[in-house]
């Protein structure tokens, strides 16, 4: 049961990495804004710094989710994830003539 319990985690860890990856992305989006439009306002200003900061430190985080996500993918083989039916349209029986 332990492969199984750990494919579990492994699937739960990749799902919250990208959950926090696209936070990660969206508060460097706001930061971005938010120190230009203080950079527009009022440049070299305290407002400014901090924002330009707190966007350096999302754009950090992002990049760390980002490498997170790049070691801990699965290498592709080739073969479809899981076994679904196939997508051939089922023949009907009749009976020749």
């Given at each position: ?27 460097a ?61 089922a ?7």
């Amino acid at each position: 049961m332990a492969p199984k319990t750990e494919r579990i985690q492994f699937l739960r860890a990749m799902r919250q990495l990208h959950r926090v990856r696209s936070f990660y992305a969206g508060g460097a989006l706001l930061w971005a804004v938010s120190a230009a439009w203080a950079g527009w306002q009022s440049p070299g200003s305290r407002q400014m710094w901090v924002s330009v900061l707190l966007l350096a430190v999302f754009t950090g985080l992002l990049a760390t989710a980002g490498l997170s996500l790049r070691r801990l993918a699965v290498p592709v083989t080739g073969r479809p994830a899981h076994h679904a039916a196939s997508h051939k349209a089922a023949s009907t029986r009749h009976a020749h003539a």
